[in-house]
């Protein structure tokens, strides 16, 4: 019986993959690296630092390990700041419908997602009131394909992974969801979430009348 959801944050609730891109985008030219929407999407759903290194690694750099912290430092400064200018109306089309019904029907609800800013995107959209539970890339150290952070989150719900369903855009956040014993709802293209239970191209079809459907007992 499905009692939790459980939602990663970018590309499911907001859109923070352009920030994302422009901060990487900035710093890769600061430091004359080849960067680009292609390499970005390599970088759905994986750390900060997993993502430095997917960036370094393509132009084949290499650099001890305080250079890469104070390069991703860096770049986080740029997103950090680039946040103040998001804003309530900033929500994936379909993602506050389903959070606001989901809390009408009382379910359980927690935020699964790997970004050490989670708190301030939720905050930024006036979202925080939706979450019973908030798990982001500071609860655990083994980002995803570890199922890590949905099993912090069940955790902290209460629920065993069988009744909570993990919604996520990303190809290593449906193999997280898996290897969690998660179910799964995938958001975005069949070859990235097509491994997932089920699958809709955007929050917006996945309303809880279609989800519920699909997972009824
Ligand atoms: P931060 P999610 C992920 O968010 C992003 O998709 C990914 O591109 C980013 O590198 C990661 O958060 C870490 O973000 O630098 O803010 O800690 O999809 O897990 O909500
Ligand atoms: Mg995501």
């Known amino acids: 019986m499905i009692k939790g959801f459980i939602f990663d944050l970018d590309g499911v609730i907001t859109d923070t993959a352009e920030l994302h891109y422009a901060a990487w985008k900035k710093l890769s030219d600061e430091q004359g690296w080849h960067f680009d929407r292609e390499l970005n999407e390599k970088l759905r759903g994986i750390s900060r630092m997993d993502s430095i290194k997917v960036i370094m690694d393509h132009n084949g750099v290499?650099?001890?390990?305080?250079?890469?912290?104070?390069?991703?430092?860096m770049k986080n400064d740029i997103y950090v700041d680039s946040l103040d200018d998001m804003t309530p109306e900033d929500y994936l089309p379909g993602a506050r419908e389903l959070l606001t019904h989901l809390r009408s029907e009382g379910f359980s609800v927690a935020l699964g997602s790997?970004?050490?800013?989670?708190?301030?995107?939720?905050?930024?959209?006036?979202?925080v009131h939706f979450f019973d539970v908030i798990g982001d890339g500071n609860s655990v150290s083994k980002s995803k394909p570890?199922?890590?952070?949905f099993l912090f989150a069940s955790d902290k719900l209460g629920l065993r992974p069988d009744n909570c369903i993990v919604f996520e855009d990303a190809?290593?956040?449906?193999?997280a969801a898996k290897?969690?014993?998660?179910?799964?709802?995938?958001i975005g293209p069949e070859e990235r979430v097509g491994h997932a239970d089920i699958r809709f191209d955007t929050m917006k079809q996945a309303t809880l009348f279609e989800v519920k459907s699909h997972f009824k007992d």
């Open 114 to 127: 790997a970004s050490k800013n989670a708190n301030k995107v939720l905050k930024q959209l006036n979202a």
């Open 171 to 175: 190809e290593k956040g449906i193999d």
């Open 62 to 73: 290499s650099l001890d390990d305080a250079t890469i912290v104070e390069l991703a430092t």
């Open 179 to 186: 290897a969690g014993n998660f179910h799964s709802v995938g």
């Open 146 to 149: 570890a199922p890590d952070i």
